[in-house]
Every structure is written in C-alpha cells, then in structure tokens.
C-alpha cells in the first residue's frame, strides 16, 4: 500500500520511484486513489481494505498530507512494516511522532528507487 500525496503534481514520485521499485523486487503498488473501488465503497473504505490486504506500507511525507500519517499510524498499529520517505524538502517538517522514525530522505526520484529497492529488499523479504 502506498500513502502520499493526491496532488498530481507529485504522481511522478509514485510513478517514476515507488511503483517501479515495488515492481522490480515482485510486488504490486496499491495507491486508492488509483484503484477501481466497488460504488457503495468510500475512499476510507478503500484505504482501510487494501491496508488490511497489503504486505507492507510505503508512507511518503513529502507535502506533509494528514492521511498519510492516518495510514501509516494504521499500518503500524496493526504491526505491520511501513517504509518511511520524504523529499529532503519537506523532511524537517515532519510531525515529532515520525521524524524520529528511518526514513529515506531523497533528492530524486532516482535515488528514492535505489534506496526503496534497497530496504524492501532487506526489510521486506
């Protein structure tokens, strides 16, 4: 499952790093927003079941969105790994509940693909 930002402006985070990444070490992004949800399904609804389903959460902080905090808490309370990212830009304004938590800080999205390759592959499998 992957938290971020809905601004458009910022998918090519998701479609040049993360998606990618996920495919390379054998696993499918999940993105709600992106997802084709059942019509009497909200998109809570949907956040909340493909949490469920998923292995593991990408929460990227860059634009400091309140729903990724509120799916990465989610994750995290039911025990399960969430990677933690964020442009270098936005790092420091991370909330005191996460900043003290690894995250990959990036400049690129080149980089953000390497090191997301890198702790799946260590931490995921």
């Not at 090519?12 to 059942?38: H, S």
């Not at 025990?79 to 830009?89: F, R």
Request: charged fraction near 30%.
């Amino acid at each position: 499952f992957v938290a971020m930002s809905f601004d458009k402006t910022e998918d090519f985070i998701y479609f040049d790093a993360i998606k990618p990444a996920c495919e390379k070490t054998g696993y499918i992004a999940k993105r709600v927003d992106y997802e084709n949800l059942e019509s009497d399904q909200t998109i809570n609804d949907g956040i909340i079941a493909l949490l469920k389903k998923c292995k593991f959460c990408i929460a990227d902080f860059t634009k400091q969105k309140d729903g990724v905090y509120f799916e990465a808490g989610f994750a995290l309370g039911r025990n399960m790994k969430v990677i933690y990212s964020c442009h270098k830009d936005y790092f420091n304004k991370c909330h005191f509940d996460t900043n003290h938590f690894p995250h990959i800080v990036y400049d690129t999205t080149a980089e953000l693909k390497k090191k997301l390759i890198e702790k799946i592959e260590a931490w995921i499998k």
